[in-house]
């Protein structure tokens, strides 16, 4: 597996996919998560010098409406015997507020084929829908990341302010590219030294708009 993400880009034999693990093991599902290996999440440890602790959930209300017609959250509180308890029940969408797209959420096409038919089409690993839909099976599943947590050393660019002083003005709904250039330069002038294993952190103010 660390030999895969020791080989350059352009000697993979396929690009798009990298895949590391055997179907249904532990490292398939963690993906990349597997390069914050215990080593690493101590170092980033070393470098706490406040010790303040921040959230990066977002309100279960937010936005306010679910997108692309997606179900709302929604919280109901249950009484029982007459109010002596109760008991809450929730609808929750991850669409709606703080959003986390598992390795279940998206297909790729098949090379040699147009990707049109969902039989043309895998997820991470080489996933099926077919796989996916069968409640018996929990291959690539979000819970391979809950288990273990994410933790790390954490990088921060913050491209919305540094386009604000550029003079550069953008929709977060639009098709704006934040390039890679541009993330090296940001983390230039903010004197940012990339580790590899770090996670990284693009502020483009979707919450402000």
């Not at 080989?7 to 914050?36: C, I, M, N, Y």
């Not at 302010?161 to 709904?173: H, I, N, P, V």
């Amino acid at each position: 597996m660390e030999s895969i993400y020791n080989t350059p880009f352009d000697s993979l034999p396929d690009q798009k996919r990298v895949w590391a693990g055997q179907p249904g093991s532990r490292e398939e599902g963690l993906g990349r998560l597997t390069l914050l290996t215990p080593e690493v999440v101590a170092s980033a440890a070393s470098e706490i010098r406040t010790g303040r602790r921040i959230s990066l959930g977002w309100e279960l209300t937010k936005l306010e409406n679910a997108g692309l017609g997606r179900q709302q959250c929604e919280h109901r509180i249950v009484p029982l015997l007459d109010g002596v308890a109760f008991d809450d029940v929730y609808t929750f969408n991850p669409q709606q507020s703080s959003q986390w797209d598992g390795l279940r959420h998206f297909s790729q096409p098949i090379p040699g084929t147009e990707g049109k038919r969902v039989e043309d089409r895998v997820f991470y690993g080489g996933t099926t829908a077919k796989e996916i839909q069968n409640r018996a099976s929990d291959r690539i599943g979000m819970q391979h990341w809950a288990r273990e947590g994410i933790a790390g050393r954490g990088v921060l660019i913050d491209y919305a302010s540094w386009a604000e002083k550029k003079g550069l003005k953008y929709t977060t709904f639009s098709q704006h590219e934040i390039k890679l250039d541009d993330i090296k330069q940001i983390a230039q002038e903010s004197e940012i030294m990339f580790q590899r294993r770090d996670i990284l952190f693009i502020r483009i103010s979707l919450t402000k708009e």
